[in-house]
């Protein structure tokens, strides 16, 4: 199982760009690299997908390295509703359950 | 797009007796679906997988005579808290994959306290 490694938690203030990086050292090649995004009592929301490379949409851009053994998922502008946990997954490539939720950055955004 | 339901979104049960949740995929056929359980203040962990027309797969250390899964159409997937106990309280979520695709979909959650 890949598993992830990620800063406990993160400070930051509205309007700066944010970026957490996740570890995952023993990642496969058929794995893929997914972020999301987790309000209190609310279940996680997808935010983000990759494989290599650079991914970008309309709320984050994912960075990866060529190595794929870690990630950056790239917050730009935060606002105070961004003040979440973010979990990054790892695997997840549709042949079951091969992936393991790691504890999640928790990200407040400050005023 | 990719919208998934739980009901109930928060039940209260006494001890000894059984909960079903449901878990819906609302916009999109689901062949497999995932059922989580979290603490407070702690990750997501992963309970078990249920796969359409054939018996979930649980994780280690999940009782599956206590957890009982039901996945009977690509739609909709039920978990049932047998004879519920004070210590099964907790957060639990589920999520739905689409056939040949890589990302879950999770619903809002259901939080259960037991009495």
């Known amino acids: 199982l890949a598993k992830t490694t990620q800063p406990i938690s993160m400070d930051s203030y509205e309007g700066q760009e944010v970026n957490i990086t996740c570890s995952h050292n023993n990642i496969a090649t058929n794995d893929y690299i997914t972020w999301y995004q987790q309000f209190p009592s609310q279940g996680p929301r997808f935010i983000i997908q990759?494989?290599?490379t650079k991914v970008t949409n309309e709320v984050a851009s994912l960075f990866i390295p060529a190595d794929r053994k870690s990630s950056t998922l790239s917050l730009p502008r935060v606002s105070l509703s961004d003040t979440a946990v973010y979990y990054c997954?790892?695997?997840?490539?549709?042949?079951?359950?091969?992936?393991?939720f790691g504890p999640g950055t928790r990200l407040s955004v400050l005023p | 797009g990719a919208v998934v339901s739980q009901h109930p979104s928060r039940v209260i049960c006494k001890s000894g007796t059984s909960v079903k949740i449901e878990c819906r995929s609302l916009?999109?056929?689901?062949?497999?679906m995932f059922w989580y359980r979290q603490f407070p203040k702690q990750s997501l962990m992963l309970m078990a997988t249920?796969?359409?027309?054939?018996?979930?797969?649980?994780e280690q250390g999940v009782e599956k005579d206590k957890f009982l899964i039901n996945h009977a159409s690509l739609t909709l997937s039920t978990l049932t808290v047998t004879s519920a106990h004070p210590e099964d309280s907790s957060f639990y979520i589920c999520?739905?994959?689409?056939?040949?695709?890589?990302?879950?979909?999770f619903g809002p959650g259901t939080r259960l306290t037991v009495l």
């Open positions: 999520s739905a994959r689409p056939p040949g695709g890589d990302t879950q979909y």
């Open positions: 997954l790892v695997g997840d490539n549709g042949y079951g359950q091969n992936f393991v």
């Open positions: 990759g494989y290599k």
């Open positions: 916009d999109f056929q689901a062949t497999t």
């Open positions: 249920s796969n359409e027309g054939s018996k979930a797969t649980y």
